[in-house]
């Protein structure tokens, strides 16, 4: 079946400290991963994407992620959080299935980041 | 551009109530997404229109009926709220069947059922 798991529910840092945050996904198709995240109140906006080339993603405000194909992985890093940074982030792959390509995503992470 | 709007933001129903929640987008896209959001359970799919014309069922359709009235607009409607779908519901849209698109979100209703 298809499916995303997000391991880390919760996350707390202080400001300046390195975050990465698990994902790894269960599809048998071609893969197209996916970064959102969600502000306080805000609706959901995309991080980054891998569609296929290099396997490293460099997105919007300093995040990136890993697709390691092997370990059916595509973590989310950012070297230096900031408070800024506080929201849920959420993974998610493209299936396809009755011929339509649908968007199926992780529980979320919930980071918190103190100054 | 607007993006994805959606109307009401806020609402509270009693049980058993009807109501709409409506959905437009002004990107020209051809697919269009409803999405459930429930804590620790992330984004579930209700239902999605690939295509004007087209509407199929997603991971939790029970309870809910849509329309794709037009390109533009796809509307969810509860026939007989419970509590089980308090929840906040994101619209989202896609440009085609592309699997590289990314979905672009509307700003969420939050739905109480009392």
């Known amino acids: 079946a298809q499916s995303v798991s997000q391991h880390n529910h919760h996350v707390i840092l202080s400001e300046a400290a390195s975050l990465e945050l698990g994902c790894n996904y269960s599809y048998g198709g071609t893969v197209n991963l996916f970064w959102y995240v969600q502000y306080p109140g805000q609706h959901l906006q995309l991080l980054l994407k891998?569609?296929?080339?290099?396997?490293l993603v460099k997105g919007i405000k300093g995040f990136e992620a890993e697709f390691i194909k092997s370990k059916f992985s595509f973590n989310l890093r950012k070297p230096s959080v900031q408070w800024s940074d506080t929201a849920e982030y959420f993974c998610?792959?493209?299936?396809?299935?009755?011929?339509?390509?649908?968007?199926?995503f992780g529980a979320g992470t919930r980071l918190a980041v103190h100054p | 551009n607007a993006g994805v709007t959606q109307t009401p933001k806020f609402q509270v129903l009693k049980t058993g109530q009807s109501m709409t929640l409506q959905c437009a987008q002004d990107?020209?896209?051809?697919?269009m997404y409803w999405y459930r959001q429930d804590p620790g359970m992330g984004l579930r799919l209700i239902y999605y229109s690939a295509s004007e014309g087209t509407t199929d069922k997603g991971e939790v359709p029970n309870g809910y009926n849509v329309s794709r009235l037009n390109k533009r607009e796809f509307s969810l409607r509860l026939e007989s709220a419970a509590p089980s779908q308090t929840s906040v519901y994101f619209c989202?849209?896609?440009?085609?069947?592309?699997?590289?698109?990314?979905?672009?979100f509307g700003p969420g209703t939050r739905l109480t059922v009392t």
């Open positions: 891998y569609f296929s080339g290099d396997p």
């Open positions: 990107m020209n896209h051809n697919s």
């Open positions: 998610a792959v493209n299936a396809q299935s009755g011929g339509y390509n649908k968007l199926i």
């Open positions: 989202a849209s896609r440009p085609g069947q592309g699997a590289s698109y990314e979905q672009y």
